[in-house]
Every structure is written in C-alpha cells, then in structure tokens.
C-alpha cells in the first residue's frame, strides 16, 4: 500500500528524538494499549493485519499521532471490524467513564 | 460514527480504560493476561538476551560461524527465540563493514532478543532518513564512520528481523562470556553505537599482579 508509512528516504522529518534512560512504557494507557492488542493478534487477527490497520489510518493523522496512537486506532478498528466491540459500545461506556470520574 | 482518530488527545486513556473494560466483560482479554504482558517487556523481555547472544560469538568461534550463517538456528541453540523473533538475520560489524538496522514501514524488531523498541526506532526521523542519510543519523548518536568503512542499512519487516553482532572491543581479552555480556548495549546491537572497552579503571585493576 503506498501511503505515509512507506518512509524509506523520506526528506525533513527532523532530528532524531533520542531519550536516555527511556522507559518500556511512557503512560499506562499506552501499555494497556499494547497489551491488549497482544493480547488480540494471534487470537483474533494476526499480526500482519494489525500493521495493515494502522497504514489504514488517512494520511493526515498517521503523520500526526503517536506510536502508541497508532496501535489505539489499530487495534479499535480492527475488533470493530471483526465485532468483537462496536463503536457505538466504545462511544456508550467512554460517556459513562467519564461521568463516574 | 466517530472513532479513536476524530477524538482530542486528552480523551485517549479514557477510551483506551473504556475498550479495556468492555474486551474484559466480553471475556476476549483477562485483565491478569495484560498484566503479565505488560510486566513481562517491562520487566523480563530486553537487551539481556541479544547481549548473551553477543558475548557467546565473542568467545565461541563455532557458535559464531552458525550464527552468522543461520541466526534463527544459533538463535534457538541458545532458547531465545520468541515471539516476533522467529526468523533472524545476524550481521557482523568488521572494521571495514558497518550494519545498521531500521523499519522504514513501522517498528518491526526482534522483540524476544531486544525487548520493545526505542521511540527514536519508532520515530518518522529515523525511519525515512536511516535509509538515505545513515552516517548523518550515526552522527546524531555521536558515532563517526570512517568514509573508508562502508555502512549497510537493513530494512526489516514483519518476516524478518536483524541483529547486528558488534566488534569486541579491544582491552576485553580474557574476560569471560558473562563479563563481555554486560558491556554489549541495545544500540550496539542495532548499529547506532559501538561497544566501548572497559572502564580504564577496570583493565588496570586487571592488569594488576
């Protein structure tokens, strides 16, 4: 697929963003995110289409989002896709979240 | 319909707490399963592995030569392979060759060897530049390449993962597997450092009758 993720000589992305003593995790959504998209593949869709997932992400904001963003949006479209989850589901208990916090 | 990428930033742990709770009532994931997960990169998966691998062709000429050969096999001699380290390709730092390894597509890395990658790994920078312009990122991490010594980038992808073996430093003849081990760093193994020779202090306690 030809889109953002196929960076190989890609020119002014600037400088490298070296981190010492940088940790596994930066938050712990993001290793929940990993976690469960671990978790997923294999069980539910493999490796390879979670990578397909996140260069399925519009052009815009796969240059925008994270790393950890990419996999949320990955691993959402993808156990939507397989309805595992739907989004009105997602939507529903985010707004209940949000109001018991 | 709206989804994770239409969402301000500040709602990402909420949403990400919002799908946790819903894949654990439906019974796909186990909250202990994340747990183990997370606490096995966090804690048990990383660099240790690949640098046993280091140190045991450091000392071990045959073990060297099938690594090299076929890392997969050498790999597995040893029981480290693992997931997303399933077929291995080792590349040798001489003093005429450099190797460095990058994703251009994403992140793919030898996990069970070296653990989760470094966010500069993951990084757009060195993704598009590692390939066009590898001694200006070498250069970055404070690493001069001779213009006499050629650098070889490796792209990796989900398939198929590198390591690169680094050169013994010198000042290290005569220590042990285990020694050697603890001197071989994460980016010693993916080309963007070289592994330093011992602290002087250590070589003259050593060179001490």
Same mark, same amino acid.
């Given at each position: ?13 600037? !400088? ?6 940088? !940790? ?78 | ?5 239409? #969402? ?22 186990? =909250?202990?399963?994340?747990?183990? +997960?997370?606490?096995?990169?966090? #804690? ?13 062709? /450091?000392?071990? =000429? ?48 030898? /996990?069970? +060897?070296?653990?989760? =990658?470094?966010? /500069? ?12 312009? =590898? ?18 980038? /490796? ?55």
């Amino acid at each position: 697929m030809n889109g953002p993720h196929d960076m190989g000589g890609m020119h002014n992305m600037g !400088p490298i963003p070296i981190e010492a003593d940088e !940790p596994v995790f930066h938050s712990e959504w993001e290793a929940k995110v990993f976690a469960m998209s671990f978790a997923t593949f294999g069980n539910y869709f493999p490796v390879d289409e979670t990578r397909h997932a996140s260069e399925r992400m519009p052009p815009a904001q796969y240059l925008s989002a994270s790393y950890y963003e990419r996999w949320l949006y990955a691993l959402e479209l993808l156990i939507t896709e397989h309805q595992l989850v739907t989004q009105a589901e997602i939507e529903e208990r985010m707004a209940q979240l949000a109001q018991d916090r | 319909m709206s989804s994770a990428h239409e #969402h301000p930033k500040a709602d990402i742990a909420l949403r990400v707490k919002a799908i946790e709770s819903l894949l654990v009532e439906k019974g796909i994931v186990e =909250p202990a399963a994340l747990d183990t +997960i997370i606490d096995a990169y966090e #804690h048990r998966i990383g660099p240790h592995s690949g640098a046993r691998i280091v140190a045991k062709a /450091w000392t071990d =000429p045959a073990f060297k030569q099938r690594l090299l050969a076929d890392g997969t096999g050498a790999i597995a001699e040893l029981g480290l392979t693992g997931f997303s380290s399933e077929h291995m390709v080792v590349v040798e730092n001489t003093p005429a060759v450099h190797n460095l390894i990058v994703c251009t597509l994403c992140s793919c890395y030898p /996990w069970a +060897i070296l653990g989760l =990658p470094p966010t /500069w790994y993951k990084s757009f920078a060195y993704r598009s530049r590692a390939v066009i312009d =590898p001694r200006s990122v070498l250069q970055e991490f404070g690493l001069e390449i001779s213009e006499q010594v050629e650098v070889r980038v /490796w792209d990796s992808n989900a398939d198929l993962r590198y390591l690169v073996l680094p050169e013994r430093p010198a000042g290290t003849e005569g220590m042990t597997e285990e020694q050697l081990s603890v001197l071989v760093t994460r980016n010693a193994m993916i080309g963007t450092a070289k592994v330093d020779s011992p602290k002087s202090e250590r070589v003259a306690s050593e060179a001490a009758p």
